[in-house]
């Protein structure tokens, strides 16, 4: 009998912003390594994460249309607060006062524009929220 097919899980990327040439350089840039979805929209992102924020790491950019980046951050939070640790805020402009409630909220921030070096040790450094949940290692993980 032959052993089950086992592959490494890769981490789970959201990224929200409402630029397109934006969602489409991470998608870009991350889908080698990482499983990506991209959203334009606040609600888009909540539509995405209803069913519980099942993602290794949200990009999430401040000035979206509708619900902004802080209203989507408040929502996520209130689902699961220990998504404050997978969220990296990227905006073209973090005020002092935003920086300091992000920090306060342990949420980490980055100003656009971002390195594609910086965005690519970001995705290497995840652990798949699935492996953590299982105990399973990346190199473990069944099919």
Known sequence: MNAPLVLPLRPRV??????PMVR?????LLAPM???ETVATGQGALVALADG?????????????????FQVLD???A??????ERIVVFS???HAREQRLLDALGVRWLCKPVGADVLRALVGSLRPVAAQASGT??????L
Not at 79 to 84: C, G, L, N, P, R
Not at 137 to 142: E, V
């Open 53 to 69: 924020p099942h993602v290794d790491l949200v990009l999430l950019d401040l000035g979206l249309p509708g619900i902004d980046g």
């Open 137 to 142: 290692s990346q190199a473990d993980a069944p």
């Open 79 to 84: 689902m699961d607060a220990s998504i404050a």
């Open 24 to 28: 489409r350089a991470c998608d870009v």
């Open 75 to 77: 929502e996520l939070l």
């Open 14 to 19: 959201l990224v929200v912003d409402d630029h």
């Open 92 to 94: 073209g402009c973090v």
């Open 34 to 36: 990482a499983d990506v």
